[in-house]
């Protein structure tokens, strides 16, 4: 959720959210797999070959066993991306996360390394590798959006 005076970033000219959160959610949900694979590294082992760049880490394992849950939380953000998160959360498929949650679709979420993959996925978006640089800001808002959401829940 970012605007014209969202901060610490500036909003550059040229930028047009309701453009760049589309773009952002067409490149999440065109890449879906791939991307949830790649997100669930941060919560999976290290890679046999250590390289010296702290952000690259091409052989991590990932943590397939998360799979469901990390695609479940990268659908409610492609969801807020195309929605907004206000419009989202008013409606019948909001994010209703709290720690006490015993079942549902929601407490799929809770409990569950998502936040660490999220993160993960938020610091490595690729710009212009994976999309253009409004669209990957506006996917690291609606990640940190997910992120704090899960940890508000969490606390």
Do not use: C
Request: glycine share 6%; proline share 12%; net charge negative.
């Amino acid at each position: 959720p970012l605007s014209a005076p969202s901060l610490p970033e500036p909003f550059s000219p040229g930028d047009s959210p309701p453009l760049d959160t589309l773009e952002a959610a067409a490149s999440l949900i065109k890449n879906h797999a791939a991307v949830t694979r790649f997100a669930l590294r941060g919560v999976g082992k290290p890679g046999p070959r250590p390289v010296s760049a702290p952000l690259s880490d091409p052989s991590a394992i990932p943590a397939l066993e998360h799979m469901a849950a990390a695609d479940m939380a990268l659908r409610h953000v492609a969801h807020a991306l195309l929605v907004g998160v206000e419009e989202k959360q008013v409606s019948e498929h909001a994010l209703q996360v709290t720690s006490s949650q015993p079942s549902g679709p929601a407490a799929d979420l809770t409990g569950v390394p998502i936040v660490p993959a999220a993160t993960y996925l938020r610091d490595r978006v690729g710009v212009p590798r994976d999309m253009r640089f409004p669209a990957a800001r506006q996917l690291r808002a609606h990640l940190n959006w997910l992120i704090d959401s899960l940890e508000a829940a969490a606390a």
